[in-house]
């Protein structure tokens, strides 16, 4: 360490004699300089090569290029002297080409709005090519020519239509809302150590829940009767459900898709250990899992069928869903407050579901 500290002390000795011949403007130059790349160094924690962007380029050429060549091999620079001539060379050209360009620019820039038609027409139709959409908007009286379709496709990073005609099952399930229903068992047990089995429903366009029933012992002949009830619930709800996604639990049995069959609901089974394909309804029982089963003890089945009631109310009227926009399934979200003076004076009360478990806030009457 000794040696190491007279070493420093006699480097930076010589170095301060070197700055006593220097003017106040190199002296400034250097600090500015130095100054900058600490900032890029600073930019860019972390290993790899020390990368400078054209605005650092420009500026330190700028500031550098004056002094001499001499002057420039005593900076401690992370660029060589030559790299810094070359970033000024450069600008100088960039400069005089800007100059000598006619007045007339080129062919114009492609409108904004055509630009967005070109982007919703492959969002859209995502099977269609470059070619396809050109040929629509020469239907619209759209002048524009195929190559300038695939630009603008390229620039915003759109793949080729092979690429994009093929659809995730992701898609499908955001294309297919409306007409998908999903259902699963959800387990649980009660104090005495039985466990009960619960069967649910979760509408993906809406996400409204309906709880179907809760058992001991899920029998076919239970199942069955699940699936018609669910069938009638859907009929007097008016809704249009023509799909319904479970998994492949030996608890559904046939009977259970053909009553489905006869209302017109086809089933679409998962795929083996793969619970993203059912994952609305898998977040559900999340949910229903950390909100209610997990801060409850549960007596009985009919303890139990109360809980859920109580529950399936709660998520279908008053708990808000990210999907549908902070809003619930039965209940719109309300127009804001934007009166300054019911905002100063809020007068919010809690009610209290099954003994505290659940609040809900609303505004007092």
């Known amino acids: ?92 050209k960039k400069r005089h080409a800007d100059r000598s360009r006619p007045n007339k620019p080129g062919r114009p820039r492609t409108a904004r709005s055509i630009r967005a038609l070109v982007l919703r027409l492959v969002r859209e139709n995502p099977s269609w090519g470059y070619r396809r959409v050109h040929g629509e908007l020469a239907t619209l009286g759209i002048k524009l020519a195929a190559s300038t379709v695939w630009e603008i496709l390229k620039a915003e990073g759109v793949d080729p239509a092979p690429d994009r005609a093929s659809i995730t099952w992701a898609d499908f399930l955001r294309s297919q809302a409306d007409a998908l229903l999903a259902c699963d068992f959800i387990e649980t047990i009660t104090l005495t150590g039985q466990r009960h089995y619960i069967l649910a429903a979760i509408e993906h366009a809406t996400r409204r829940v309906r709880i179907l ?57 998962s795929g083996v250990r793969m619970p993203r394909m059912n994952s609305i309804m898998e977040r559900w029982v999340q949910t229903c899992r950390h909100e209610l089963l997990d801060r409850t003890l549960v007596w009985n089945q009919r303890h139990l069928l109360r809980a859920l009631r ?38 919010i009360r809690r009610t209290d579901r099954l003994a505290g478990v659940i609040h809900e806030y609303r505004h007092a009457a």
């Open 1 to 92: 360490m000794l040696l190491r500290l007279a070493y420093l002390t006699v480097t930076n000795a010589f170095a301060a004699l070197r700055l006593l011949p220097m003017s106040d403007r190199d002296k400034d130059v250097e600090i500015l300089a130095l100054r900058h790349q600490i900032t890029v160094l600073e930019r860019q924690l972390g290993p790899g090569r020390t990368r400078f962007a054209p605005e650092d380029r420009v500026f330190l050429a700028a500031l550098l290029a004056p002094l001499p060549r001499e002057a420039l091999r005593r900076l401690r620079l992370l660029v060589r002297p030559d790299t810094v001539l070359r970033w000024h060379r450069d600008l100088i």
């Open 213 to 269: 029933g809760a058992t001991a012992h899920p029998t076919a002949a239970w199942v069955a009767q699940a699936a018609k009830n669910l069938a009638m619930d859907l009929a007097d709800a008016g809704a249009k459900v023509t799909h319904l996604i479970r998994d492949r639990a030996a608890k559904f049995p046939a009977l259970f898709d053909e009553i489905l069959a006869d209302a017109g609901i086809e089933v679409v089974l």
């Open 310 to 347: 109580e529950f399936e109310q709660h998520h279908n009227t008053h708990r808000p869903h990210q999907a549908i926009g902070q809003a619930a399934p039965l209940r719109s979200v309300p127009e804001p407050i934007n009166d300054p003076a019911r905002i100063a004076h809020l007068d």
